[in-house]
């Protein structure tokens, strides 16, 4: 089955603790890119990926980090974790060919910090 | 920058009757892509439908349809036949061809959409 997934889907954890929210696709697509979804502000980019070894910045960068060291996994790096990184997250992933580029979504990370 | 709008919050619809959520969106762009997500409890991003800015016709897909007025920069999604399941969040997006690299989602504020049994 085609799918992206994340994890944890859930995480609660405290202000400075370094954490990653690991993603991974089994589509072989080139793109990914991470979102944040906050109430009220719909989702916005925060990083994307446009093959292994290729990344950068997108709407809102600061606080995170990203790797692609494989093309199918695309972490997400908070290495420290402050109460306004509180959101959820998506990772999607797109090929590159296809005139609409349909991006799949991951289940989202509901990540808490105090 | 391209931004899209919903200005309703939410909305509410009599199950098996017709519902249409509004987006509009401002671009100087003449091609792109738009699309509607629908997230359910389950958060899941679904989509929904998606429209070429440079096909006249407006998509629909079964219950589903839009109303693609590129003059207008309006996007909406009428639902018809409404049903329990129906009730999520919607989002409208927005995707242009042009960024090189990056192909990523424009999306509007989102709209809570409850049906009423």
């Known amino acids: 089955e085609a799918q992206v997934t994340q994890n944890p889907r859930y995480l609660i954890t405290v202000t400075g603790k370094k954490l990653t929210v690991t993603c991974s696709q089994n589509?072989?697509?080139?793109?990914m890119s991470w979102y944040r979804q906050d109430p009220g502000l719909g989702l916005r980019q925060i990083y994307y990926s446009m093959n292994v070894e290729v990344t950068d910045k997108g709407d809102v960068p600061e606080g995170y980090k990203v790797s692609r060291k494989e093309k199918r996994n695309f972490p997400l790096i908070l290495e420290s974790p402050s109460p306004n990184q509180t959101s959820l997250y998506f990772c999607a992933s797109s090929t590159r060919t296809g005139a609409s580029y349909e991006q799949y979504f991951g289940p989202g990370t509901r990540l808490t910090v105090t | 920058a391209q931004t899209v709008t919903q200005s309703q919050p939410e909305m509410s619809v009599q199950e098996a009757e017709t519902v249409t959520l509004s987006c509009t969106y401002d671009t100087s762009e003449s091609d792109y892509y738009l699309f509607w997500y629908k997230q359910p409890p389950s958060r899941q991003m679904i989509l929904v439908i998606r429209q070429e800015a440079y096909k006249q016709q407006n998509a629909t897909e079964n219950r589903f349809s839009v109303n693609f007025q590129k003059a207008a920069k309006s996007f909406s999604l009428k639902i018809s036949d409404s049903q329990l399941g129906d009730a999520a969040m919607y989002f409208c997006a927005y995707r242009s061809p042009y960024t090189g690299a990056n192909s990523k989602l424009t999306f509007g504020k989102g709209i809570t959409l409850s049906v009423r049994p």
């Open positions: 589509m072989n697509h080139e793109y």
